[in-house]
């Protein structure tokens, strides 16, 4: 194993990750009890250059954050589902 990346918009240990079903998205589960919700940036996004993090040619960003999702020890599992009318579900 090797680390290839370092999502440094978490603060907290991550205790579980889940991809969604397309691979472009992925949540996190961190130990504070947030949800962390995170981009994929394709090469042709990357090359348009319409967002700030395409900009700073960012290949991942955090576009969204459930603080306290869940309210003891911290979040231990995530999990995508299927899509539905063109959007992922995740529990």
Sequence with gaps: WYCVLTLTEEKHTIWSLAVAPGGLRFLTGCADGSIGIYKL??????????????????????????????????????????????HGRFA
Excluded: F, M
């Design 41 to 86: 940036y394709s090469a042709q996004e990357l090359k348009s250059n319409k967002t700030d993090a395409t900009r700073n040619k960012k290949r991942i960003e955090c576009v969204g954050r459930l603080p306290l999702s869940h309210k003891t020890e911290g979040l231990l599992s995530v999990a995508y589902s299927s899509a539905r009318a063109g």
